[in-house]
């Protein structure tokens, strides 16, 4: 009997051990989602490092697995109609001028003046600031009723974009993002990022949850950070070797070009 006893009380330990392990992973899950209002860190697994930048840039370029990254980031996976063709557009001009129309939050305008800041460090083609003059890049915050009446209720941000398909390739971008479900200012950095990302030329989603701690344009973002390999995709879209209008097969040439280059 005592041996039936320690058996039971075996197999209870092991069930009770299975429950919290199960438990445990579920409760991680849910605080990396939205619903969970920002309680763990915004910050990608492999979060940009911009001293070794360039020559992690160069390193991986050539990569297989880069470029079937750099694809789904910069190509939007669902335009195939000769209206919105699966091409790159990317800003080709010196100046790009990014105007805050309505007010955001607390820190929402620090924040994106930040971002743009860090733009200019990750690339070098184009000068992206904040200001009103001639802005070519427009971000709105609206109330959900107006957002939802513009944009639809499947989404949190959204960003229009206008481009020739060749150079000079964007030459609009219009960013709107839904305040009455921001339920904290992490939650507007996220969608802010993600939808500033759009409108420098990255039109694809990460679909994966595998995805979700590893770029700022997984499909429900949480981070305020782009990661290291993110930003390698920006300094090579705003390279010589990446140009509005090429295919996905000639800007896989050009990321080969690139790695090339730096040997």
Not at 78 to 85: D, I, L
Not at 190 to 204: D, F, K, P, R, V
Not at 220 to 233: G, P, R, Y
Request: glycine letters at 8%.
């Amino acid at each position: 009997m005592r041996l039936v006893g320690r058996l039971v009380v075996t197999l209870l330990s092991l069930v009770v051990l299975a429950a919290a392990l199960y438990g445990g992973v579920r409760a991680f899950e849910w605080l990396q989602s939205r619903d969970a209002f920002g309680l763990l860190a915004r910050e990608p697994v492999q979060p940009v490092q911009l001293t070794t930048l360039d020559p992690y840039t160069r390193k991986v370029a050539g990569r297989a697995w880069f470029g079937n990254y750099f694809t789904t980031m910069v190509f939007d996976a669902g335009s195939t109609s000769a209206t919105r063709p699966r091409i790159v557009a990317k800003w080709e001009r010196k100046t790009v001028t990014v105007d805050l129309l309505n007010d955001g939050g607390p820190g929402v305008q620090s924040y994106l003046r930040l971002l743009l800041r860090r733009l200019d460090r990750l690339q070098s083609q184009v000068d992206f600031r904040l200001g009103n003059t001639d802005p070519l890049i427009t971000v709105q915050f609206l109330e959900h009723g107006a957002y939802v009446r513009q944009n639809g209720a499947d989404s949190v941000g959204n960003t229009r974009t206008r481009f020739y398909q060749g150079p000079p390739g964007l030459i609009r971008a219009r960013i709107s993002v839904d305040v009455g479900v921001q339920d904290t200012p992490d939650e507007m950095r996220s969608t802010l990022i993600h939808e500033l990302t759009h409108a420098i030329g990255a039109s694809g989603h990460f679909l994966s949850a595998s995805d979700r701690r590893h770029s700022v344009m997984y499909k429900a973002n949480t981070l305020t950070n782009w990661s290291q390999n993110d930003a390698a995709v920006i300094r090579i879209l705003y390279s010589p070797f990446i140009r509005s209008g090429m295919s996905e097969a000639a800007a896989r040439a050009g990321l080969r070009k690139y790695a090339r280059a730096g040997k």
